[in-house]
């Protein structure tokens, strides 16, 4: 994630899952997970923001990044039993919880499965439901990625992902993105379409007690505006906030607009420092 951030390994769930910790030993811990087909670097410009005050917790999913990428094909409840169990060998917890995309849809697993693990969740540019009549289109990609490998998903991932401006404008910003799905384990990212092809769960939203905080991006086509309305209608008490000019990955659009609805949202629950040491917002 940077010169400066050191990234760890340890079994977790029968796996060898790589993570990193930054931050105040004491500070309260808020956990990143990353979207299909990237890794825990994909939350640097919020590991900056917030590793001032909080004790940041970034790890690659199952077949990502250097955690394990085991034999699929994978589930949700599996991908949340990884990180559950990562927070117990690592004695940490109950953490506040930040998912964006596939890390999303892990975060809502989590907090129906396991909400004693969970302080707050913010969901970002995700979904509760992937219908049944997409189920062809995962399983073609599936077939692609164990046929032909990353590079067929590159582009129109980046398409996906990005705004047109943003791409032409910021390629210092997307060619990193771009090296994390090349990079990433085709055995792994098959496992993990298995897993996001099978989700069901907005008739189990309402049962989701913990602060939660939608975000989503105004121009995202893969997991549009509509899918977090109906996320906040279903979760009580939920916020949404909507990002302009930010499709899929608003994190990485919109870092300073984004970084400024997670900690206004977190700092609300932990109680607003005077000032923010950690990095621009």
Known sequence: ?????????????????????EG?????????????????QLWEPQAKALKGRFRVLCYDTRGHGGTDATPGPYSLDMLARDIYELLRILDLGPTHFVGISMGGMIGQ?????????????????????VP??????????????LREGMSPHVEPTMERWFTPRFRAEH???????????????????????HAIRD?????????????????????????????????????????????????????????????????GFLDALEGAPEAFPGGSL
């Not at 760890?8 to 790589?18: C, E, L, Y």
């Not at 105040?24 to 825990?40: D, E």
């Not at 390629?171 to 379409?193: D, K, N, Q």
């Not at 899929?248 to 659009?253: A, V």
Request: proline share 7%; with cysteine.
């Open 1 to 21: 994630m940077g010169e400066e951030t050191r990234v760890m390994k340890t079994g977790a769930n029968d796996i060898t899952m790589q993570y990193s910790l």
């Open 24 to 40: 105040p030993a004491g500070g309260p811990l808020v956990t990143m997970s990353h979207s299909l087909g990237t890794n825990l």
């Open 109 to 129: 697993t989590l907090a129906l499965r396991h909400p004693e693990a969970l302080k707050s969740l913010i969901l970002c540019d995700t979904t509760s439901r």
């Open 132 to 145: 049944r009549e997409a189920a062809p289109v995962w399983d073609e990609r599936i077939a692609l990625t």
């Open 171 to 193: 390629p210092e910003e997307v060619e990193p993105v771009r090296r994390m799905i090349l990079e990433t384990s085709p055995r792994g990212y098959a496992g993990c379409c």
């Open 199 to 263: 989700l069901d769960l907005t008739e189990a939203l309402g049962r989701i007690g913990l602060p939660v905080l939608i975000v989503v991006g105004e121009d995202d086509p893969g997991t549009p505006v509509d899918e977090s309305r109906i996320l906040q209608e279903r979760i009580p008490g939920s916020r949404l906030v909507v990002l302009k000019s930010a499709a899929h990955l608003s994190n990485r659009e919109q870092p300073a607009a984004f970084n400024r609805a997670v900690t």
